[in-house]
């Protein structure tokens, strides 16, 4: 490193050689890059610690050592002053190929002391990237509430969003991938859902997606566009809402799509909702008045929108209403 670093400033000389120096002049300027080099070197970075906190969830902290070439990832909740509560902890082994991008990324604009940016807003949260020296030195960034519509944090979220492509390549077991999701969730923007696997090809719903069918999101467009010549899971991870689900149900499950939604706990709800108002409906054909007020419920439409498809679904054990990812994957395959 010292010698590399010697040879980047001679290189400051394209037209000056050791072989036309003088001595005496080749000795002032090895005692003047001397210096430079040691600095250089003492002022290196070692470590980067990036601690995320949000209102009302665990703090979690990224500890990523150059020197060992291992990130480590803690998940925890402060219950009094220097005293944590550990949910999580494990380290990863990463690549020098894995880390360059995030390295580059994080030497840009490196503070020499404390800096702040913030905005002013109630029970928000942020982030703090940590810098750590050689030469025992530390400096930081303290990001509180920042938006990703203002240009005031363009270059932050750019290390975040370096940071998390890196992380997510390192971190492979469910548990790490979880924390990293908890941790990203307030700092993500588009359609929260990750690829799994191409064989068999399967997805993950990692965040919550509200609304239904009829909001403005990606979520449908998304599902169209997936191969319909194939079996594709889709691991919803209990994180659609109930009408998302009633929409996936008259949508994709009833119609025996090639797409397979497992993790949907609220169907089992909703499948004892329709099998009530399939007896309701049916006792109350002749009645005008109790069919008016069954009209005021969802069910009525979800029901009546394909009576012979939703009779089929409630026919099948239950068992296969609820069934798990690992089952998907052996008849996916």
Request: with cysteine.
């Amino acid at each position: 490193m010292f010698i590399s670093n010697i040879y980047k400033l001679m290189a400051i000389f394209p037209t000056m050689t050791l072989k036309n120096l003088p001595m005496k002049k080749v000795l002032i300027l090895f005692l003047t890059i001397v210096p430079y080099c040691i600095i250089a070197q003492e002022n290196s970075i070692e470590k980067v610690v990036l601690e995320f906190k949000y209102f009302k969830s665990a703090d979690t902290e990224y500890r990523i050592d150059y020197k060992k070439n291992e990130l480590t990832c803690i998940m925890k909740y402060q219950i009094h002053k220097n005293r944590d509560t550990i949910l999580f902890n494990k380290t990863y082994k990463f690549t020098n190929e894995q880390f360059e991008k995030l390295k580059r990324e994080l030497a840009q604009d490196i503070p020499n002391s404390i800096v702040k940016k913030s905005e002013l807003v109630l029970d928000g949260g942020g982030f703090v990237i940590n810098y750590y020296r050689k030469n025992k030195k530390s400096s930081k960034l303290i990001v509180s509430n920042p938006s990703r519509e203002s240009e005031k944090y363009i270059q932050e979220f750019k290390k975040i969003d370096n940071f998390f492509d890196f992380a997510y390549s390192v971190v492979t077991d469910s548990s790490g991938i979880e924390t990293l999701d908890e941790t990203y969730r307030p700092y993500f923007t588009g359609l929260p859902i990750r690829k799994i696997s191409e064989n068999p090809l399967e997805y993950k719903i990692w965040g919550n997606i509200s609304g239904n069918s009829k909001w403005e999101n990606n979520l449908i467009p998304f599902l169209e566009n997936l191969p319909k010549d194939k079996c594709v899971i889709i691991d919803c991870n209990n994180q659609l809402s109930y009408a998302w689900q009633e929409d996936i149900l008259k949508l994709y499950i009833i119609k025996n799509s090639n797409l397979r939604f497992a993790n949907n706990s609220y169907l089992k709800y909703t499948r004892e909702s329709l099998l009530e108002f399939r007896e309701n409906f049916k006792k109350y054909q002749r009645d005008e008045e109790k069919l008016n007020e069954l009209k005021r419920y969802t069910t009525y439409y979800l029901y009546t929108s394909d009576p012979e498809g939703i009779d089929k679904w409630l026919e099948l054990p239950e068992s296969l209403i609820s069934t798990r990812v690992e089952e998907y994957r052996e008849t996916c395959r």
